[in-house]
């Protein structure tokens, strides 16, 4: 019997489905791996486990039992425990203290320490961790981190462990530790469900496999069986056919010339080498932690400072803050919204905002020029806002970003890098700005993006450069671009 | 297919009542609107409360603009610093540094009005620009800075005064005291202009509004003010010099803290080291009656304006009827609260 049972799920949000009639079975003692693209449901099937999504159709069983979770205190007590992608530790508590924090009891119950500390040591050397229960958890490594959120999680009695990506953003060694111990734990009789993107990973852990794409379960295999192959077209969904385009930027004179480009920021980027011509389409290919914002960060002269040598049009560059960056010419559109769009702040004030000293000679904001300025860009984006002077926060996603790229556009940009440009908005913004990038590349802008989305990648992009765990694998030509190709390279695999 | 049946179209219909009260609400909640309720309901306490017609008076509003006017002068820099992301608790500390320094260089050391002005104004925008470098370029949190300028300031000022009072009464190279004139420019920041019906510290309080309006509003460096205060780290990638912005925000709320203590020091005739103490707190309390949140990146000066007013006009209404100072003290407190209470509700129930 299942020790966990989805029957014929569906949710849905605002009349998108985001799952439909996905049955999943999870065995005591078996590594499970969920896989598939972004949007593909994964999330939403782990937060309907996690107790943390309640209002679904279709039925949940656990241990034969059929449960409703009313929220994720009562998944916990049923013995889900879930590790997401952001840890959940209270950095400045002792790991001792934080395992503490897990445990049941009233808030005024005495606490006993040395107990607390001897409970530590133990589950902590049962997943192989050595480390002193009064370290705080801020001085431990990002892989220490993991490890004690698994140590929480077990110190309740656990029969399902939830892994989401818990691996993004640890080294390869250390990755490598956490998997040997997930191994471990499924040999102990719980039951793993298991999130990665990682080729390697998923082959060296799963002992099945079942693949989301569009909110419907494609495949349940056993790992063994289906193979890399296998896994690559249930994840695409079709047999791989290679667009062939030419790139029409080949002839243009180079505007971009990076030489062993090195940055120390998390998640480091080792040293890449690469060129940009005027008008071309770079797409940067990899998943978080890869590297891919890094690069485009250190290119915008924003973090830990960079090594090796950059020309811009065949002048030095090496910027130091963004605002070096804008007076050379180079804009970035942020991945994080957060770090895009000033929600207080009106349309108009956002979009001006980096292209300011235009609008504002002898220091006085015209608002004429502004809005004369403003206007035609947001016909061109299609931007959709009650007004320009309406809260940015107000707007949804899509037209935010549309804001930040007005923002962008406005300061005339030589060379562009964009940051995953289309995550999280809807299908109609996205043709907007797949339209628009076409049109500014057309019109001699150089554009780097990053995107996480292979079919906008294959659809967009002149080459593409491939990183994975910091390094550059690969540079691929538009005849080369192929979504199998490109993901298995994402994926650490070979071409 | 038949038409989906809309259950929504039966509970949309509201009824007469729940409708007025809607649009009541709405109005009182618009952006216009709202922030001037709480001085309205202040003003129409003082009608009702009205001493036997004392509070209709000309010279009861003119003691009343008057007294708010050096705090409001602080509240214009405030606003600036709160707009930007920070706090400024530093304020009424320099006042008080500027107050002792325009004495002590125009009493017992002879100096002009004007060469003791432009002296005083470079030791408070000084001040504040030492605070905003920290600010900026250190990143120590704001409260902690100003709270350390705003200690260290006002030792200064005990240390340039020994401890007392500057005044006109100065001990001369015999050591015998004498009396020193006191220069004109005393007399005028003292005084009441428009034939006595205003006085001019109120005129310097409505021209540092206008000029924090016209730097806030009208100024590049005020678009930058606000997209700091809304996100660091959003202004930042948009190429906004982030630091110097810090560095102005402080910096000007030192100036003007300079303009506050210089009329301060005019209106007692001497310079007090301990003249000012606690002005820091009635400034972010007009900042914050006005609506502007401390959160950042919203508000403006014309709300301060109004918080000016509600405070002021609270404290003569008050006072007027012989209120207790205790209860005074503790009626403002409780109406700070409700004012910021009834802000945020009537926001919140129309959005």
Request: proline share 4%; hydrophobic share 50%; glycine share 10%.
């Amino acid at each position: 019997m299942a020790l966990l049972e989805l029957r014929r799920v569906t949710k849905s949000f605002g009349g998108t489905a985001a799952l439909r009639d996905v049955s999943f079975e999870l065995e005591p003692g078996e590594v499970h791996v969920l896989a598939g693209e972004n949007g593909a449901g994964k999330s939403t099937l782990i937060r309907i486990i996690a107790g943390a999504l309640g209002d679904y159709a279709g039925e949940l069983r656990l241990g034969g039992r059929a449960l409703h979770f009313d929220g994720p205190a009562a998944a916990r007590a049923a013995g889900i425990a879930t590790i997401h992608q952001e840890l959940s530790l209270v950095p400045a508590l002792s790991v001792a203290d934080n395992l503490l924090l897990a445990t049941p009891g009233s808030p005024l119950a005495a606490v006993d320490r040395r107990g607390a500390r001897e409970a530590t040591t133990r589950a902590l050397a049962e997943l192989g961790l050595r480390i002193d229960p009064d370290t705080p958890v801020e001085a431990l490594s990002l892989a220490e981190r993991q490890l004690v959120e698994i140590a929480r999680a077990l110190t309740t009695d656990v029969r399902v462990l939830v892994m989401d990506e818990p691996t993004s953003a640890l080294s390869a060694p250390d990755a490598e530790r956490l998997l040997a111990r997930v191994k471990a734990l499924a040999g102990r009789g719980i039951g793993v469900i298991y999130i990665s993107h990682r080729m390697d990973e998923i082959f060296r852990v799963a002992d099945r496999v079942t693949v989301l794409r569009d909110g419907e379960r494609v495949l349940t295999a056993r790992a063994s069986e289906l193979g890399r192959e296998g896994l690559l077209r249930a994840l695409l969904g079709r047999e791989i056919a290679a667009p062939a385009v030419a790139n029409t930027a080949e002839k243009r004179p180079i505007r971009l010339r990076v030489r062993d480009l090195a940055c120390d920021s998390r998640p480091r980027l080792e040293p890449v080498s690469f060129e940009l011509r005027q008008g071309e389409l770079l797409g940067v290919a990899g998943v978080e932690g890869s590297g891919a914002s890094t690069l485009l960060h250190a290119l915008f002269g924003d973090g830990a400072r960079i090594r090796g040598d950059v020309a811009l049009d065949g002048e030095p560059y090496r910027p130091r803050a963004p605002a070096q960056a804008f007076a050379r010419g180079v804009a970035l559109l942020a991945g994080d919204r957060h770090a895009s769009v000033l929600a207080a702040q009106s349309v108009l004030e956002n979009a001006t905002l980096s292209s300011l000293r235009r609008f504002s000679p002898a220091a006085l904001v015209r608002r004429h020029l502004e809005l004369a300025a403003v206007k035609p860009e947001a016909l061109r984006v299609r931007l959709k806002a009650p007004s320009l002077d309406a809260a940015s926060g107000a707007l949804s996603g899509g037209n935010q970003q549309k804001v930040a790229l007005i923002r962008c556009l406005l300061a005339r940009p030589k060379l562009l890098l964009l940051d995953d440009p289309t995550r999280g908005i809807d299908l109609g913004a996205r043709a907007d700005v797949h339209a628009l990038l076409t049109e500014l590349a057309a019109a001699g802008t150089s554009i780097l993006f990053r995107t996480s989305d292979l079919t906008e990648l294959t659809a967009l992009a002149d080459r593409a450069l491939v990183l994975f765990d910091g390094r550059a694998v690969a540079t691929l030509e538009r005849r080369e671009l192929e979504e199998a190709r490109l993901l298995s390279l994402m994926m650490g695999g070979r071409a | 297919m038949t038409e989906p049946r809309s259950p929504r179209a039966a509970e949309s219909a509201p009824s007469p009542d729940s409708v007025s009260r809607a649009s009541a609400l709405t109005w009182l909640a618009s952006p216009r609107i709202r922030p001037v309720v709480p001085l309205v309901a202040v003003l129409l306490l003082g009608a009702v409360l009205n001493a036997n017609g004392a509070f209709f008076l000309w010279q009861t509003q003119r003691a009343v603009l008057r007294e708010i006017a050096v705090e409001g002068i602080l509240a214009c820099g405030m606003t600036v610093v709160i707009v930007a992301g920070g706090i400024d608790l530093a304020v009424g500390s320099v006042l008080a540094l500027s107050a002792v320094c325009f004495a002590w260089l125009t009493l017992p050391h002879g100096w002009s009005g004007l060469g003791a002005v432009l002296v005083v104004l470079v030791v408070g925008a000084l001040a504040g620009a030492v605070s905003g470098a920290l600010v900026a370029f250190a990143r120590i949190q704001a409260f902690i800075v100003t709270l350390a300028m705003m200690v260290f300031a006002r030792g200064v000022a005990k240390e340039l005064s020994g401890g007392q009072k500057i005044s006109n009464y100065v001990q001369s190279a015999d050591g015998h005291f004498v009396n020193v004139p006191t220069p004109p420019i005393f007399g005028v920041l003292d005084g009441r202009v428009l034939g006595g019906e205003l006085s001019v510290v109120t005129l310097i309080f409505a021209a540092t509004v206008l000029v924090t309006w016209f730097v806030l509003r009208r100024l590049r460096i005020g678009r930058y003010l606000y997209a700091v205060g809304s996100s660091f780290e959003a202004a930042r990638l948009s190429g906004v010099p982030v630091r110097a912005t810090l560095v102005f925000a402080y910096l000007l709320s030192g100036l003007f803290a300079a303009i506050a203590g210089i009329c301060q020091a005019a209106q007692e005739t001497h310079g007090d080291p301990e003249t000012g103490l606690g002005y820091e707190l009635d400034a972010i309390a007009m900042v914050v009656l006005g609506g502007t949140s401390l959160a950042g990146g919203r508000g403006g000066v014309c709300l301060t304006l109004v918080g000016a007013l509600t405070l002021g006009y609270l404290q003569k209404v008050l006072s007027l009827n012989a209120y207790s100072t205790e209860l005074r003290l503790m009626l403002t407190g409780a109406i700070l609260i409700l004012a910021v209470l009834f802000q945020r509700r009537v926001s919140r129930e129309t959005e």
